[in-house]
């Protein structure tokens, strides 16, 4: 097997959780801290304040801010905010200490390979990678929003090959979403490491010779 020259990496559930979305963190913590409806109501709620920020949410806008606008958005359709804004400011608490966890282990593997992110996300992806301090890490950040094309779509994963001058073959994508990240991947001819919880409910790999890690610093003990 050619060793990858390129490795591209998921950046929410991926990069700042250890294979955890960001709607099953904001729940969990909401639970926590008080919540006592329904998933499906939460989750109306979650999808409902996501989707307003794509296209909307200022460029410049880094992660404290971006996790401000989801919790407004959820505050305002749950009627519950007191409770979403102290899960809020966990979830901003728990991204942070994750991303700079990530940070030592881009760090170290960039002397191997050449790093990028592809995310969907709400078109300040570079402004979160520079005040978390991921963004001098990586070669290339493909924002959906300003790609005009989200993850499954070949598209966004070109784009981020193009930049690094790489081809599908010469590379790895790590992340967490079966029908996002490692279905993409596989459609673009391109290896894939799932970032699988233990004891994560989601089925199996989606093809026989997937790599599988618990969590994200397991990446360094795999022969990619």
């Known amino acids: 097997m050619t060793p990858a020259r390129v490795l591209l990496f998921d950046f929410g559930g991926t990069l700042d959780a250890e294979g955890v979305p960001w709607k099953d ?3 969990r913590l909401a639970v926590e801290e008080g919540f006592d409806g329904s998933q499906e109501e939460f989750d109306r709620a ?9 296209g909307t949410i200022p460029r410049q806008a880094g992660l404290r801010e971006t996790v401000a606008r989801v919790t407004n958005g959820l505050s305002s ?4 905010r007191d409770l979403v804004l102290r899960a809020g400011e966990r979830f901003a608490r728990d991204s942070e200490r994750q991303l ?3 940070a030592g282990l881009l760090s170290s593997l960039r002397s191997r390979h050449r790093l990028g992110i592809v995310s969907n996300f709400y078109g300040n992806l570079q402004a979160v990678l520079d005040e978390t301090g991921l963004a001098p890490l990586v070669g290339v950040a493909v924002d959906s929003t300003l790609a005009g094309c989200k993850k499954p779509d070949p ?7 193009d ?15 079966q029908r996002r990240d490692m279905a993409g991947a596989r459609g673009m001819g391109m290896r894939h490491v799932w970032l699988r919880p233990e004891g994560a409910g989601n089925g199996g790999p989606c093809c026989p010779d997937d790599r599988v890690i618990a969590r994200l610093a397991d990446l360094s003990e795999l022969d990619l």
């Open 25 to 27: 963190r904001f729940f």
């Open 46 to 54: 979650f999808y409902g304040a996501t989707d307003a920020l794509e």
């Open 77 to 80: 359709r749950l009627g519950r």
């Open 100 to 102: 700079a966890q990530s």
């Open 155 to 161: 598209r966004i994963f070109q784009a981020a090959l």
């Open 163 to 177: 930049a690094l001058g790489a081809a599908p073959g010469e590379a790895v994508f790590v992340g967490d979403s």
